[in-house]
């Protein structure tokens, strides 16, 4: 059972499908392939809210509608006899309104594709959109891989405060420690910094670094010789030196 899987849009597709026509979500993760849990989460981090109202139906989302009988809380309308529960204008001028929220979203699905009420109810609703939630998902997925990144006020900020102590002998480990409000950045980001020259204070300021020697990396390279006589042969055997310049 593929459990580690990302979702792809097809997958989405049946998700909002099945649960219109009503299927748990044990069904729908058992036909997935994928853990009953996936298919929670999913669900519940892209569903959509919804100002969708029942046809034919006043929209009052009140706490209070089926108890309330005040009238005329419109003062430009004196001649207004009904009840304010029955118009909808009555949740937006009504100082005492408290939104009510169906007690069904709170267990699986957690929205309300395939509810049997959806057609009378006057609550705000919640669905689950296989395209807002594939798009939501894309965002996500390049947001995370974008990295972290500073404006120029932090950075100037950062800078003004770290190379004074850094040229004073103060390593940034023992500068980020004895000063955690003054950072929203991680101490490696602060090395970083310093190595790509984002700050004024630079690695000869750090004794340390200077005498770590540099990381070792071997280049990629290929021999010419492992072409001829018509295939590849393996470099396993085959000891490579750099060409002469």
């Given amino acids: 059972m593929a459990k580690n899987k990302h979702l792809t849009d097809e997958e989405r597709l049946q998700i909002e499908h099945w649960l219109k026509g ?3 979500l044990n069904a729908i ?3 997935l392939g994928k853990s009953r849990s996936t298919i929670s989460r999913e669900i519940r981090a892209h569903w959509v809210s919804s100002d969708k109202s029942a046809t034919g139906r006043v929209p009052n989302r009140c706490t209070m509608r089926t108890e309330c009988i005040r009238r005329q809380i419109c003062f430009d309308k004196p001649d207004c006899v009904r009840r304010c529960s029955a118009c909808k204008l009555c949740n937006i001028v009504c100082d005492d309104f408290v939104e009510d929220v169906c007690y069904r979203l709170y267990d699986p699905p957690y929205v309300c594709n395939g509810c049997i009420d959806e057609h009378k109810c006057t609550l705000r609703k ?3 959109l296989h395209r807002k939630a594939h798009e939501a998902y894309r965002e996500m997925l ?7 990144n500073i404006t120029e006020g932090d950075l100037m900020a950062l800078d ?4 004074p102590l850094l040229r004073q002998g103060q390593s940034p ?7 955690p409000d003054q950072f929203n950045v991680s101490e490696k980001t602060v090395y970083r910094y310093v190595s790509g020259n984002l700050l ?13 020697r540099p990381r070792k990396s071997k280049p990629v390279q290929h021999n010419e010789l492992c072409y001829k006589g018509g295939g590849w042969r393996s470099l396993r055997n085959v000891a490579i030196k750099p060409f002469a310049a």
Avoid: Q, W
Avoid at 200 to 212: E, G, H, S
């Fill in 160 to 163: 003004e405060f770290v190379s």
């Fill in 22 to 24: 009503g299927m748990s």
């Fill in 173 to 179: 480990h023992h500068i980020v420690a004895n000063n």
């Fill in 142 to 148: 390049v947001e995370s891989r974008s990295g972290a």
């Fill in 29 to 31: 993760a058992e036909e």
């Fill in 200 to 212: 004024t204070a630079k690695n000869i300021d750090l004794p340390r670094v200077c005498r770590i």
């Fill in 126 to 128: 919640r669905y689950y």
